[in-house]
């Protein structure tokens, strides 16, 4: 019952570095979303991907990029990190079709950029 | 963009008490979805609603989809304390992609 796994769960990064975070879905779904989360803002969408090979952007897809070359992973990169991306990422996953907008979250991975 | 107004931003409430927080948009949402986040977890999914005026129950949760399709509520009865966590409204027009999320309301129950 893994469902969405995203690894890693906290990160401490500075000014500049760069990273990765991986998410994997055993749901054979075709969407895939990466969100951030900050404290009363609710989520934000970064980028999304419709099926393997292909990405989006989304609302504040600024500061990051996304592949998807595997239809069950969605990575997720910062370039070079800055404070203001100090947040909380959550990476979902969808079926298509009717019920697509249900989304089924992993557990989240929390990011400090010092 | 869509704009999600969620209302109370928190509340404190007394184990046994029914609550209730609701979600108004300034757009016409053909779904209306709400998710409760535990702390330290993602969010799972509560209640779907595809239709105006549509009225959901899932146990102790009651979630209606507003006839002018700009608003939604969330009722829990006889709150228990697992029930503590952020609860969020997400509007849809078309897809998951087009989902705009509230900025949650965080609900604690106090024994």
């Known amino acids: 019952n893994a469902g969405v796994t995203q690894t890693p769960k906290f990160r401490v990064l500075k000014t500049g570095q760069s990273m990765t975070l991986l998410c994997a879905q055993d749901?054979?779904?075709?969407?895939m979303y990466w969100y951030r989360q900050d404290p009363g803002m609710g989520l934000r969408l970064i980028h999304y991907s419709v099926g393997e090979g292909t990405t989006a952007k989304g609302e504040v897809p600024d500061g990051y990029n996304v592949s998807r070359l595997k239809k069950q992973n969605f990575l997720l990169g910062l370039e070079s990190a800055a404070p203001s991306q100090t947040s909380v990422y959550f990476c979902a996953s969808s079926s298509t079709g009717t019920g697509g907008e249900k989304l089924f979250f992993g557990s989240g991975t929390q990011l400090s950029v010092l | 963009g869509q704009q999600l107004n969620q209302s109370p931003q928190s509340m404190f409430i007394q184990e046994g008490e029914d609550v209730s927080m609701n979600c108004t948009s300034s757009s016409i949402f053909n779904t209306w979805l709400w998710y409760k986040q535990d702390p330290g977890e993602g969010p799972v999914l509560l209640i779907a609603?595809?239709?105006?005026?549509e009225l959901t129950s899932n146990g102790r949760l009651t979630a209606q989809f507003g006839i002018t399709r700009k608003d939604s509520f969330l009722n829990i009865s006889a709150s228990i304390p697992s029930d503590v966590g952020i609860y969020f409204c997400a509007g849809s027009s078309g897809s998951a992609r087009q989902l705009t999320f509230g900025s949650g309301t965080q609900l604690t129950v106090l024994p």
């Open positions: 749901m054979n779904h075709e969407y």
């Open positions: 609603l595809y239709k105006a005026g």
